[in-house]
Every structure is written in structure tokens, then in C-alpha cells.
């Protein structure tokens, strides 16, 4: 009904992970291994590898754990995006951190255990900001730097909400930002309004990018048409 031919699901935890799309696509990875709190999966399509994951939500050496798994993935040669609620929180958004006195909210706020396990290094003195450090370092480059919080929502029902927080994210490497056209680099914006606050404990994420390859694909589909 919504116009999308091709989908595939990964059923690890409770929160399934999806992936739809209305372009062919051959999923090449379904990780339901024990080294994912909710899995990994991974599809090939428009010549670039699309992956989405949810990371560990309560401790952030476990998200360690996840992401180098997810690093040694990447091919620099092929063009790779992840999406998800990464549960972490991004060393590009430190002075908004540091602004906000994060540090003294968690350690000094109701549930300072459970969101310094998350959040914090084992001293509770700085934010452990390892996990997206890693991903950076691959190089994955953050399309949504400036995309706003993604939590929490009017119907926010986490304590691990807290404050405005950045985890939903959208990451490229440098073959999938040189397979761009038009001279544009994908761009990741944060939804806020009075319809999506209202629809998850988290604002969706909207990723607006153009390849070549869906150039391509959507000539080779109006000839085809033209032609019938």
C-alpha cells in the first residue's frame, strides 16, 4: 500500500529490525549472533550497502562491542550507510553536552546508575564517547550533525530520556558520499512537529541523498515504460 515492493525483516528481540524499499535490494547480512542486543541487517541495493541496527540501550562497553563488529564491515571501495537508534551518544555534539551539564544531570538524577552504565565512563567524571569514536574513525562521516535531539518525545515512556539527546543517526563513508550526484552530500534531518511527537519515544529520522545509481535506475525505469 505504501508503494514499497521489497522489504525484509530480522526478528532478534523484541525490537525487530526493517528494511523497505521500492527498489530491488538483496539482503547480505542477518546477524542474530549473541554480539547483538537486537541484531544486524544488511542489504545490497543502488550499488551501496544499506544497514540498519539498534545498539545496546544500558551499557556502553557492550556498544563497544557492537560497533566493531560493525566497523570491520565496511568496504572503503563500496558505498555504505548505517541508520539506527545507536543508543550512544557523538563526540560532535560535546558542547552541546557540556552546555547542558549532562554529566550533573546523570549523576545527580534519580537514576543515576542504570544512565551512567549507558552514558559514562567507568569513573562517572566524563561521557564515554567510544562508540561513535569508533565509527568515526573507520571514517564514517555524520550526516545529521546538526539535526537536532531525536529524544525524547511527548509520549516519551524511557528514563533513559532524560534530557534532548542525539541517538538516532545516519553514517556514511567517503565512497558513499563520492557516489552522490549533483554535487550534494546526504543530509539527515531530525522530524519534529505535532504528528511525530506523538508516534514513538523517538522523533523519525529523514535521510535525503541522490546517487547515481538511482539516477540509473529510474532512466532504465521511464525508458522501459516509454517502451511498453
Known amino acids: 500500500e505504501w508503494g514499497f515492493e521489497h522489504s525484509a525483516l530480522l526478528h532478534k528481540s523484541a525490537y525487530k529490525l526493517g528494511l523497505l524499499s521500492k527498489y530491488p535490494m538483496q539482503v547480505t547480512v542477518q ?16 550499488g ?6 539498534h545498539l545496546n540501550p ?25 541508520v539506527g537508534d545507536l ?14 551539564a549532562l554529566i550533573k544531570q546523570v549523576v ?8 551512567s552504565k549507558k552514558f559514562l565512563s ?14 568515526l574513525d573507520v571514517p564514517l562521516s555524520d550526516a545529521g550533525v546538526s539535526s537536532g535531539h531525536s529524544v525524547p518525545t511527548s509520549i516519551n515512556a ?34 519534529h512537529d505535532d504528528t511525530t511527537t506523538r508516534l514513538s519515544d523517538h522523533f523519525p529520522l ?8 538511482l539516477h540509473a535506475a529510474e532512466h532504465r525505469k521511464f525508458a522501459s515504460t516509454s517502451t511498453m
Open 48 to 53: 551501496m550497502t544499506l544497514c540498519v541496527t
Open 87 to 100: 543508543n550512544t551518544l557523538s563526540p560532535l555534539d560535546k558542547s552541546k553536552h557540556e552546555a547542558a
Open 206 to 213: 529523514l535521510v535525503t541523498f541522490s546517487l547515481r545509481a
Open 158 to 191: 524511557d528514563h533513559m530520556h532524560f534530557a534532548q539527546l542525539r541517538l538516532d543517526f545516519c553514517l556514511v563513508n567517503v565512497a558513499f558520499a563520492a557516489s552522490c550526484g549533483l554535487g550534494e552530500a546526504p543530509q539527515a534531518v531530525v522530524l
Open 31 to 46: 546477524d542474530r549472533s549473541a554480539a547483538f542486543t537486537h541484531g544486524l541487517l544488511c542489504a545490497q541495493l543502488l
Open 108 to 115: 545527580s538524577g534519580p537514576f543515576a546508575g542504570p544512565l
Open 122 to 135: 567507568q569513573s562517572r567524571k566524563q561521557v564515554e564517547y567510544s562508540p561513535m569514536q569508533t565509527l
Open 58 to 82: 544500558h551499557d556502553v562497553r557492550r556498544r563497544n562491542g557492537e560497533v566493531a563488529r560493525i566497523a570491520a564491515r565496511v568496504q572503503q571501495r563500496e558505498a555504505f550507510m548505517l
